[in-house]
């Protein structure tokens, strides 16, 4: 009986750990990403629109580099829907689209903070 009690208390705490880590992995990825999205904003302002636009197309190769591990612990919709918002960033960048750039990448970088707050271990999310 105690095997079965201590077996499962290690799959509780492996499963707490796991889900730890991957809050903590999530919220660096997201974190970087808009900390490059708002660095390419910074750009746009000096009208260095070519800067901007690398910098923005890295931070979407590095989100799709996560792809597979980013389906297997998220929501489908979620991980689609900021795909598809970095590709209406990069479009309206090569556009030069200022206004609407403007507000699509504030758009993509609430996102991503929404996505990496919905991944955070608290009572809110618990409940």
């Given at each position: 009986m105690m095997k079965r009690l201590w077996f499962a208390a290690a799959l509780l705490a492996a499963v707490l750990a796991v889900t730890l880590w991957n809050a903590r992995h999530l919220e660096?990825?997201?974190?970087?990403?808009?900390?490059?999205?708002?660095?390419?904003?910074?750009?746009?302002?000096?009208?260095?629109?070519?800067?901007?636009?690398?910098?923005?197309?890295?931070?979407r190769n590095r989100w799709l580099s996560h792809g597979t591990y980013l389906h297997v612990t998220l929501r489908h919709g979620d991980t689609d829907q900021i795909q598809l918002d970095f590709e209406e960033v990069l479009r309206l960048l090569q556009t030069r689209?200022?206004?609407?750039?403007?507000?699509?990448?504030?758009?993509?970088?609430?996102?991503?903070?929404?996505?990496?707050?919905?991944?955070?271990?608290?009572?809110?999310?618990?409940?």
């Amino acid at each position: 009986m105690m095997k079965r009690l201590w077996f499962a208390a290690a799959l509780l705490a492996a499963v707490l750990a796991v889900t730890l880590w991957n809050a903590r992995h999530l919220e660096g990825l997201t974190s970087s990403l808009s900390q490059d999205l708002e660095k390419a904003r910074q750009l746009t302002t000096q009208e260095r629109w070519d800067q901007a636009e690398q910098l923005v197309e890295d931070a979407r190769n590095r989100w799709l580099s996560h792809g597979t591990y980013l389906h297997v612990t998220l929501r489908h919709g979620d991980t689609d829907q900021i795909q598809l918002d970095f590709e209406e960033v990069l479009r309206l960048l090569q556009t030069r689209e200022t206004g609407e750039y403007a507000a699509a990448s504030s758009q993509l970088m609430g996102r991503l903070s929404l996505l990496s707050e919905a991944e955070q271990l608290t009572l809110e999310n618990l409940f």
